[in-house]
């Protein structure tokens, strides 16, 4: 079992207090608006766009995911830029950059137009997620890393709660300024994107000794407890460039990670494209017909209970230590359920075992970023952070293209959902065989105690 994590003091819960209340929820808003404009193009193609540009499955999967190519190109150097150069800085120029370009997409005449745009959009938008996770990361002590990152990760599923709805209203105002109804969607939601990115460079606070709104005795234990965490870890010596390159780069507990990420996150990206067609091909299937709101209501509830099984798991994660199993656990029901969505005789029983899946993905991802952040430090982490987030975004380009593909080549979407449910799978292998091998030749990394009842003595060997 895991060592057990001291008692915490009154300056420790008070800077953390202050950390999840003023400083996560505007990340995480940060990230709502984020995952709303790269997934934008899920509610517009089957209302209206797919139509008015001609778009087959394959083409609208491809748009879907030559936005991961963009991501990739510029991923790993910017966030050793943000690194270099601090946060605040860097995620205001990411948030003003790709809400100028997803602005663009309201005038958007061909499909050629479309490729572009989503590959720009991929460009602009680059280093933002593993900047916010490395941002984070830099702010907190391991064993409240899982709670934090928790709470940072609600702002995915809640994304779709809000946003699915959100977007069906604003397709619904067909006509606004002359322009169809998925036109004006992105219109609005492209806005949000550049307003929070000029407030971000006054808001945010690169490290704790910059932040007004703690006190001096919590700056000071923040950055002690973060110092003696960073001892003994990959890069904590390291530099910039090829130093923190080669120390990410080479170390093969992260290539694995990436690896296990890429299993998630081809799942992730199968559904948030994708549901909400499938969604609309009920309507053939069951003999049925839903209205835009509808349409946008269903697609919404899978992820409510994500959300709160999300919350639940990272409390648990939390209390108790990370464990393998709350990385592998998930995987494994989420690998199992998604193929079975495919033999349900309902659009109720469908949605429900979606639900399942998704609940299991949101589940589980939070924990993971947990992870690798114990591994790395400095320059290395940013990079080692934003090669696992590079694996991702191969995934997301990979899981859109193929699913769109396949369901052209076969008519229907069983042998892409059966694809998901063998990345799944093979993660939660991935992830036990990981923690084997470190039970095996590891010893105690110092600092890796996560959880306020118990901790862990290695990162992902913490899973008994």
Not at 77 to 95: D, E, K, Q, V, Y
Not at 328 to 336: F, I, R, S
Not at 428 to 451: K, N, Q
């Amino acid at each position: 079992m895991g060592a057990v994590a001291p008692a915490t003091t009154p300056v420790e819960r008070s800077a953390i207090r202050k950390i999840s209340i003023r400083l996560v929820p505007f990340v995480a808003l940060m990230f709502f608006v984020n995952y709303l404009d790269r997934t934008a193009i899920s509610f517009a193609e089957p209302n209206g766009m797919g139509e008015d540009l001609a778009l087959t499955a394959a083409q609208f999967g491809f748009a879907s995911g030559i936005f991961f190519l963009g991501y990739i190109v510029l991923e790993v150097p910017s966030n050793m830029a943000l690194h270099r150069f601090g946060a605040r800085r860097w995620l205001a120029r990411i948030m003003v950059t790709w809400g100028i370009v997803s602005l663009l997409f309201t005038w958007v005449d061909n499909s050629g137009q479309l490729y572009v745009l989503r590959f720009l959009l991929g460009v602009a938008e680059a280093g933002f997620f593993p900047g916010a996770i490395l941002f984070l990361s830099q702010w907190v002590p391991g064993r409240h890393r899982t709670k934090v990152l928790g709470l940072f990760y609600l702002a995915q599923p809640l994304t779709t709660v809000l946003g699915a709805p959100l977007a069906g209203w604003l397709i619904g105002h067909h006509g606004l300024f002359g322009l169809e109804g998925w036109r004006v969607m992105f219109l609005f939601v492209s806005l949000p994107a550049i307003v929070l990115g000029v407030v971000a460079w006054f808001y945010l606070s690169d490290k704790p000794t910059d932040a007004k709104w703690l006190t001096r005795e919590e700056q000071e234990w923040l950055t002690t407890k973060l110092a003696e965490e960073s001892e003994g870890k990959t890069g904590a010596r390291t530099g910039h460039g090829k130093d923190a390159l080669k120390a990410a780069f080479g170390n093969a507990r992260v290539w694995v990670l990436s690896l296990v990420y890429f299993g998630f996150v081809y799942g992730l990206y199968a559904l948030a494209f994708f549901l909400p067609t499938i969604i609309s091909g009920f309507q053939e299937q069951f003999d049925t017909t839903f209205s835009v709101m509808d349409k946008a209501w269903i697609t919404a509830i899978p992820y409510l209970p994500a959300a709160i099984v999300l919350y639940f798991w990272t409390r648990h994660a939390t209390k108790h230590g990370t464990r393998t199993w709350h990385i592998a656990g998930p995987a494994v029901v989420g690998g199992l359920s998604i193929p079975l969505a495919l033999y349900m005789g309902s659009p109720a029983a469908t949605v429900a075992v979606i639900t399942v899946t998704a609940c299991s993905i949101f589940a589980a991802l939070p924990v993971f970023w947990s992870v690798p952040s114990r591994y790395l430090t400095g320059a290395a982490a940013a990079a080692g952070i934003a090669l696992i987030n590079t694996m991702g975004n191969i995934a997301g380009f990979g899981s859109s293209y193929i699913t769109g593909w396949v369901k052209d080549w076969t008519g229907s979407y069983t042998a892409s959902l059966y694809l998901v449910g063998f990345f799944m799978l093979l993660s939660a292998v991935l992830i036990v065989s990981l923690a084997a091998r470190e039970r095996r030749t590891a010893g105690p990394v110092p600092g890796a105690s996560d959880g306020e009842g118990g901790g862990s003595r290695e990162p992902v060997e913490a899973a008994r």
